[in-house]
């Protein structure tokens, strides 16, 4: 598959949109724009009442007030109608369904907003994209998983307090593998030789 060369890259503003979306057993108009002040968590997935996706999508949900408490917003897509996101979260999750999930679901049938999110393959679907937008709209981390394998919930959660940290510290950087309260590099020559000294 070629890579778009106008794709959305880290770094730039995130394309807003406007789309019916499923929330509380309810339909709901969503505009990425509204979240404007809060990071969101936009996670692609290919279809309902498929294998993987439910359990991505439920394990998101069980991390819900995680998320809330970080300031974050989750917020599911896929090229699903409203009514098949209404009737995937009227089953329950012991056969394949979502049950009660915490997040709105949002319909893409159109497939535009997968399409600008270079998410979109020619089979029709999209593959399981995962952005963290900032606060102020721009995209921090994108990750873009093929159709058969999920995504970590914890890594997210672990990639957005980075984030966050470094936004909040513009003097420091987060090293590999670093989880709050863990050293932080000083983004300077001289300085930098402090943490490197220390492992």
């Not at 989750?74 to 209404?86: A, C, F, P």
């Not at 399409?115 to 900032?134: C, K």
């Not at 914890?154 to 980075?162: F, V, Y």
């Amino acid at each position: 598959m070629t890579q778009d060369s106008n794709c959305i890259k880290v770094g730039q503003s995130a394309p807003d949109f406007h789309a019916i979306a499923v929330y509380d057993q309810e339909f709901k108009e969503i505009k990425l724009s509204d979240y404007l002040g809060k990071y969101v968590i936009l996670l692609f997935y290919p279809l309902d009442f498929t294998f993987v996706c439910p359990t991505e999508l439920t394990a998101f949900s069980d991390a819900h007030q995680t998320f809330k408490d970080l300031n974050a917003e989750i917020l599911g897509i896929s090229i699903d109608s409203e009514y098949s996101h209404l009737a995937w979260l009227q089953t329950d999750r012991d056969t394949g369904g979502l049950g009660d999930l915490k997040y709105p679901l949002i319909s893409d049938l159109t497939k535009t907003i997968s399409a600008s999110y270079n998410v979109l393959i020619p089979q029709g679907t999209a593959l399981r994209g995962l952005f963290i937008i900032d606060k102020n709209g721009i995209i921090q981390h994108s990750l873009i998983n093929n159709l058969d394998f999920g995504r970590s919930v914890n890594e997210t959660i672990r990639t957005l307090q980075a984030i966050q940290y470094v936004q909040e510290h513009p003097d420091e950087v987060c090293p590999a593998n670093w989880k709050p309260g863990n050293s932080t590099i000083i983004s300077n020559p001289i300085k930098s030789k402090e943490y490197f000294n220390s492992i």
